[in-house]
Each structure stands twice: as structure tokens, then as C-alpha cells.
């Protein structure tokens, strides 16, 4: 069992301190940056990355995200405690730990077995309760929905329309969407029943969105 020491939690305060200087303003999510180890979601050997502002290899090709992008993403949900959130791309379930910091209804849905799997068991031995789901979940989560926030943690070709029908009305997806070199960070509020609203942000690097609205893992 990992521990969380007086280093760590040092070594947080100071990525907090980058994450101010680069723009993060909302003090939830620093907070909650601050709350979540993220060294327990590295192997031993590789602790000393965990409070770089990088992301980093999780194996089967994948990455945890790096902290400023989890920070920006979480930042443009405009999270309450109360919404009920879909994360898609559970990856290590550090960004899913981070939203549990906010609100306690989650949901995280990963395509990858072998990561769904060692999430699953992440979540039980830290004591985290997200609603867990293996699968595609480029379309959602259709039987769950609404939702008020959902959170794309992959890159997408295009914004799935599936996800857009699947929020509330007022509520916001978060989604990187471009080729597979870089992505625009879009923020897409539904104003009313049948109203939507684009704001883009900057560009991001992520792993490609899989499944039926992502690409097709062949073209790659
Ligand atoms: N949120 C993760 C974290 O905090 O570690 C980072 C996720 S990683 C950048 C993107 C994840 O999306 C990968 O684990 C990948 O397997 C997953 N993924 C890709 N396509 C998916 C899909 N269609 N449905 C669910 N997960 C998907």
C-alpha cells in the first residue's frame, strides 16, 4: 500500500502553484487536485513523475492525463456537487478521482479491458465509488442518461451527436476534438431543448478516441 507523505503532499502544494501560473483559476479544482494522490496511480518506480506536469505511459498504449489538462478539462465543466457527471476514458482513474473530489455521482466508462479491469480494482481498494462500465463509450451512455456534465478524455473526430442528446438542458460536454496530431478543446452547453452553444479553446495533444463515433483503431 502506497503512502501519502508529508513529500507528497508538498510536491501537490507546488503543482498546484504551476497549475495558478498557467491559468487555473477555479478553486474546487485545485482543491481536488490537490486532495488526489496522484503518485498512487504510478508504479513505485516511476513516483517521482507523478507531480511533474506531464502526462505519462498507464501501459496498453494509454496515458494518464497530464494535471494541467485535467485541471483545464475539469474547469470548463463548471462542476456542482450535485451534477452527475459521464467521464469517457476511465484510462488509471485519476481524472475520474478528481471529479469524485467535487460531486459524488460519476460515471467512467473505459474500452480497454485490461485498464477497465485494474480502474475497477483502483477504485475498490482506495475506497472511491464511481459507477463503473467496460465498453465503447463513444456514444455514451445512453440508459444512464441525462447527465449534466460528460467529459471526453480522448481525442474525437467529431463531436458525437449521441453525447449532445445525452446532456440536460443547462448542462456542458467537454470534449478534444480534431485529427490524430491535436485536438481543439470544445465546451458544448445545451441552452435549451434543442439549442446548443460551441465555445473552442486551445489545442491539446490526446491518445484517439475508439468506437462506433470515434476512429477506427485500423486507421491509425
Ligand atoms: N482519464 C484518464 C486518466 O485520468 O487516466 C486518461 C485517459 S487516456 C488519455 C484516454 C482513455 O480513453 C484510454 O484509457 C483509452 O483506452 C480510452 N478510450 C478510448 N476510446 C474509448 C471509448 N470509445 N470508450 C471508452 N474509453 C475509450
Known sequence: MQTDTYRHKGMRRALIQILREKGIRD???LQAIEAVPRHFFFDKAFVEQAYQDKAFPIGEGQT???P????????????????KVLEIGTGSGYQCAVLLQITPS?????YNR???EKAVLFFRKHGLRPHTFHGD???GLPQYAPFDKIIVTAGAPAVPKSLVRQLNVGGILVIPVGDENSQ??????????NDFTQEAFTDFKFVPLLGKSGWEADNL
Not at 494541467?68 to 451534477?83: G, I
Not at 460519476?106 to 473505459?110: K, W
Not at 481543439?184 to 431543448?193: A, D, F, G, Y
Open 27 to 29: 478553486e474546487r479544482v
Open 64 to 66: 494518464i492525463s497530464q
Open 68 to 83: 494541467y489538462t485535467v485541471a483545464f478539462q475539469t474547469e470548463l465543466l463548471k462542476l456542482k456537487s450535485t451534477d
Open 106 to 110: 460519476v460515471y467512467t466508462i473505459e
Open 114 to 116: 485490461a485498464l477497465y
Open 137 to 139: 463509450g463513444s456514444e
Open 184 to 193: 481543439k478543446m470544445l465546451r458544448i452547453t445545451r441552452v435549451s431543448e
